[in-house]
């Protein structure tokens, strides 16, 4: 073999390889995500009736081509699936998945609960850092009793919420400075049945709040039925968003306190998500769009199917 015809076959196979995808020395490496999509343990976590294994839904999740899960530890509940935070962390690294995100609620305005928040918060950002991610989801205090899951509402108790937004403000920033000095994103997470529900309420946090320490997780079927619109929210606080949940749902009002009945999988619902897509490319936007289905009909793995079918064929085309 002479010169040139050894030159040609190397030429050759390294155009096989770059072809192939295959990693190695002078292959372009494949273009970093804008968008990474993940889904919430919640689903199936909370599925009535069910006690599944999160093992399943780390398979369903990874199997549907996801990027991550939102996971928020509750008490032992690794131990209960004979799982480690390590042994967890190395199941989501086996399936290519990472945690996106913790969600941290409490009642920010009550002076007197102030330490323990802040030793809690401590605790979760703790988490965060240890399974690589950067977001916190901060859950405003409800509109009643935080310790109902549904907060319901008192007529006495809605007068006073614009001064226990204006309490809460001060501490949400001191917790997203914290927060971010170690690498950390916070964000408030609009949600029906909390103190932060209209969009008169999500205005005034983000007025009171520091856009360098706190951003803005939207939660686009919450603002609906919060009586908002949650594509003009989206646009208008487009420069605080750092993370998101999305969920479908009918109607812009809910017959409190139950909000569940008007939940549906992306795409089957009245939200305009490719109008939010087109919001998050104008703006290009990077970072973690989380799917969480806090009621299904379906099976969880059916509801996150078909979510992720209408994400595929609908909104990832627009943007990426």
Not at 15 to 23: D, F, I, Q
Not at 271 to 287: H, S, V, Y
Not at 307 to 318: F, G, Q, R
């Amino acid at each position: 073999m002479d010169r040139r015809q050894f030159l040609k076959r190397v030429t050759a196979a390294s155009a096989l390889v770059a072809g192939s995808g295959l990693a190695g020395y002078g292959c372009t490496p494949a273009p970093e995500k804008n968008i990474r999509w993940a889904m919430g343990w919640i689903l199936w976590r909370d599925f009535r009736g069910a006690n599944i294994h999160i093992r399943e839904a780390v398979d369903n999740i990874a199997n549907l081509g996801l990027d991550g899960i939102e996971y928020t530890p509750r008490r032992d509940e690794l131990a209960r699936f004979d799982l480690t935070r390590e042994s967890f962390r190395d199941l989501l690294t086996e399936k290519n998945l990472t945690v996106t995100a913790n969600y941290f609620g409490g009642d920010f305005h009550d002076p007197n609960r102030r330490a323990q928040i802040m030793t809690e918060f401590m605790d979760r950002i703790e988490n965060v850092k240890f399974y690589g991610a950067k977001n916190i989801v901060i859950g405003p205090p409800g509109r009643g009793n935080w310790s109902d899951y549904h907060h319901e509402t008192t007529d006495d108790s809605v007068d006073i919420i614009p001064e226990k937004i204006k309490a809460m403000a001060p501490f949400i920033n001191e917790l997203g400075k914290i927060a971010l000095d170690q690498g950390v994103e916070t964000g408030i997470h609009p949600h029906t049945n909390t103190i932060v529900e209209n969009p008169a309420e999500i205005d005034m946090i983000m007025e009171l709040t520091d856009p360098q320490y706190v951003g803005l997780v939207p939660d686009t079927a919450h603002i609906e039925l919060g009586g908002g619109d949650s594509v003009a929210i989206i646009r208008k606080y487009s420069d605080r968003l750092n993370y998101f949940h999305l969920k479908d749902s009918v109607g812009r009002t809910f017959e409190r306190p139950r909000f569940e009945p008007y939940l549906r999988e992306m795409g089957n619902g009245d939200i305009d998500f490719p109008a939010i897509m087109n919001i998050l490319k104008e703006i290009g936007f990077k970072g973690w769009l989380n799917i969480e289905q806090d009621r299904t009909e379906m099976t969880p793995l059916e509801s996150a199917t078909q979510s992720v079918n209408y994400i595929n064929s609908t909104l990832k085309p627009i943007y990426t």
